[in-house]
Nanobody, 126 residues
Framework: QVELVESGGGLVQAGGSLRLSCAHS????????MGWFRQAPGKEREFVAA????????RYADSVKGRFTISRDYAKTTLYLQMNSLNPEDTAIYYC???????????????????WGQGTQVTVSS
């Protein structure tokens, strides 16, 4: 059974940074593309960033390009999201997601992800 557990969320002032982590277990981490999504109150879940099974070809939402960086540590079977220059519009619950298809590339559609974490709250104060 695949399990994704996010951590690292919290309260930060505008302009600050946070690093989210997503611990992956239950299958071979290195074979699957992964991504980060977020959902703000009253809004639909939206794509943030994605990375392929090789760690290459990362994709980012326009709203986070240049500020957020997605990465993965194969030894620790963990996905990361480094978030810099945070602003109040980044406030949301952030979800880690993993694709069900092996050797998968980075994609932005949530329907392409089979497994989801429980989410971690990020709040950015102005």
């Amino acid at each position: 059974q695949v399990e994704l557990v996010e951590s690292g969320g919290g309260l930060v002032q505008a302009g600050g940074s946070l690093r989210l982590s997503c611990a992956h277990s239950g299958r071979t981490f290195s074979n699957y593309g992964m991504g980060w999504f977020r959902q703000a109150p009253g809004k639909e879940r939206e794509f943030v960033a994605a990375i392929s099974w090789t760690g290459g070809g990362p994709r980012y939402a326009d709203s986070v390009k240049g500020r957020f960086t997605i990465s993965r540590d194969y030894a620790k079977t963990t996905l990361y999201l480094q978030m810099n220059s945070l602003n109040p519009e980044d406030t949301a619950i952030y979800y880690c997601a993993a694709r069900g298809k092996a050797y998968s590339i980075a994609v932005s559609s949530p329907s392409q992800y089979h497994y989801w974490g429980q989410g971690t709250q990020v709040t950015v104060s102005s």
